[in-house]
């Protein structure tokens, strides 16, 4: 049963994907724009390629004839990956889902428009003049976005109709691609957020992971936890949208489906055909499978018959504080080590920037979630990147 598997996308999340990939046999090339990307540090080959470039995508994929293509990331000519599917090759989840997710329009409507499932009030925007526009028919505070980014790259806050202009230019600053478009969404006043990471399987049923809450910052996220303590008839609200969502996009797979849980219910905000960020808190061995072994055995058709919370745990970012194109040093393991019942994974970026993600803190155990948060955090603030 080996496959020749090709991964679009080679960051930290890609990387597990390999190893548990690696741990089921399995052969794997590794794309990305830059060398020394975390994935191709693990992965049997690698391609350095624009994946916007759709000659160069058909290049590698005519070089390579992979048995299965996995995109990991928004920036690719996702149009192409329906021409592979023609082929024979099996994309990870669907051709539909990945070219459907990777540009929030074709998702938002997806979810609102054909399936009727409870979004915030949204507009799209394609110039300075439609993003006034939209703020208008959403209200203050707003949210903007670009259509294809990701990690919260562009997003902000509109709070008074002097952040306008600055929100266009952000937005379009952080947006991947070469797609200048954004979304306005009303600000739902929730009282926490989600990430419900969803299993679809061939020939199986729809598996569930216990709830995980996150923080973000700048629209990305700091820290996570598993289980989010909710209350039940919300939980079974959100995995029935996450279900609906999910069997109309097609494809084996986890999926991470982000919800907004307010006063009067659960919204739904945002998909991905893929592992989620905030799910790398499944690292410190929450569950009896982490995300992205789920996601392996989804890929290559191994059933999984039950998904299990072993205990509970919380994940802390560690980012880089200032700019170094040269491979960074890490101190602080060391003292990082002494506190109990936690552990780190550092990616394996060769160079950084700014609150560029560089590792995760982990903490585990049958303390309250609240405290292990507390605790990943120590252990994030010991890791110093020099």
């Avoid at 299965?68 to 192409?80: D, F, G, K, L, Y």
């Avoid at 090759?89 to 929030?104: D, G, Q, W």
């Avoid at 920037?353 to 982990?362: C, E, G, I, Q, T």
Wanted: hydrophobic share 40%; aromatic share 8%.
């Amino acid at each position: 049963m080996r496959k020749k598997i090709m991964l679009l996308g080679s960051g930290e999340l890609g990387k597990e994907v390999v190893i548990a990939l690696q741990r089921l046999g399995q052969y794997v090339i590794a794309v990305d724009s830059y060398e020394n990307a975390p994935a191709m540090q693990v992965a049997h080959e690698y391609e350095v390629i624009n994946m916007l470039d759709g000659a160069d995508l058909d290049r590698i994929v005519a070089h390579h004839e992979p048995d299965i293509i996995v995109p990991e990331v928004e920036s690719i000519r996702t149009e192409n990956l329906y021409k592979y599917e023609d082929q024979g090759i099996h994309v990870v989840p669907s051709a539909k889902a990945a070219n459907f997710t990777m540009n929030r329009k074709a998702i938002r409507d997806l979810a609102f428009k054909d399936l009727s499932i409870r979004t915030a009030k949204y507009k799209y925007a394609k110039s300075l003049r439609e993003l006034k526009e939209g703020v208008d028919f959403c209200g203050l505070p707003c949210v903007v976005k670009p259509l294809m980014s990701s990690s919260g790259k562009g997003q902000s806050i509109i709070k008074s109709l002097s952040d306008v202009e600055h929100a266009w230019d952000y937005a379009i600053k952080g947006s991947r691609g070469d797609l200048r478009e954004v979304i306005i969404e009303e600000f739902i006043s929730f009282e926490y957020e989600i990430t419900l990471l969803t299993l679809t399987q061939n020939n199986s049923k729809t598996l569930f992971c216990p709830p995980i809450g996150h923080r973000q910052e700048r629209g990305d996220y700091q820290e996570s936890w598993q289980p989010m303590n909710m209350n039940q008839a919300l939980l079974i609200e959100a995995q029935n949208m996450a279900e609906k969502v999910t069997n109309s996009l097609v494809g084996a797979g986890i999926w991470g489906v982000e919800f907004f849980i307010a006063k009067d219910g659960v919204y739904f905000s945002e998909l991905s055909p893929r592992p989620h960020d905030t799910g790398m808190v499944t690292l410190a061995n929450t569950q009896n499978y982490n995300e992205f072994e789920l996601h392996a055995r989804a890929i290559l058709g191994i059933p999984v018959n039950e998904i299990t919370l072993l205990k509970n745990g919380a994940s802390a970012v560690v980012l880089a504080n200032k700019k170094n194109n040269h491979w960074p040093v890490f101190t602080g393991l060391d003292k990082a080590s002494e506190i109990t019942e936690t552990d780190f994974k550092i990616f394996g970026k060769p160079n950084t920037h700014p609150y560029r993600r560089m590792a995760v803190a982990l903490a585990y155990g049958d303390e309250p979630v609240e405290a292990l948060v507390e605790k990943a955090k120590s252990v994030a603030r010991e890791i110093i990147i020099d």
